[in-house]
């Protein structure tokens, strides 16, 4: 993962809390600032405040990218996908975190702690990190995601 200036932002409920610990710290060893929007303790969560979060930060400019993480990936995905400035995906592998940001220009990476290993979650976000949007043929596809569709990527 090569490190950026502007924060990557993270948030997990407590189903999520051990690998968003994980996360951050390899985020943080690989020299990336991190927003850490929580939660930080084990105590039951509502995923959607976490995942709300993280997309604002992304949304407003605070954070270039986002992680979220809850039980399945599932629901918290759902939460950050309803601001309309965010391509949240849930990925499982490397191959999903590659194409997300090749064909999608995700902004934000969702991973599901139940569903998924620490170590295929790292290496799926240093593929997310380090993967660049492609553009070409994806971008008038994104570009009808955004919230203006006029808007060009």
């Known amino acids: 993962m090569k490190a950026a200036e502007t924060p990557i932002a993270i948030g997990a409920d407590h189903a999520g809390l051990p690998l968003k610990a994980v996360l ?3 985020l943080e060893e690989a020299g990336h ?3 850490d929007l929580g939660t ?7 995923y959607p405040d976490f995942g709300r979060a993280v997309a604002e930060a992304v ?3 605070q954070a270039r990218f986002g992680v979220v993480v809850c039980g399945t990936g ?5 939460a950050a996908n309803r601001n309309p400035a965010i391509r949240c995906a849930l990925v499982h592998d490397v191959t999903g975190a590659r194409l997300t940001r090749e064909h999608n220009d995700a902004n934000v990476v ?3 702690a139940r ?3 620490p170590e295929v979650a790292l290496d799926a976000l240093r593929t997310f ?3 660049p949007f492609a553009g070409g043929r994806h971008a008038p596809r994104v570009a009808k995601l955004s919230p203006d569709r006029n808007e060009t990527p």
Not at 40 to 46: A, K, M, T
């Open 110 to 112: 969702a991973f599901g």
């Open 24 to 26: 951050r710290a390899a």
């Open 33 to 35: 600032p991190v927003l």
């Open 59 to 61: 949304a407003g400019g």
């Open 74 to 78: 599932i629901g918290i995905s759902i």
């Open 115 to 117: 569903m998924i290993g």
């Open 129 to 131: 990190l380090a993967t």
């Open 40 to 46: 930080h303790g084990p105590e039951s969560v509502d």
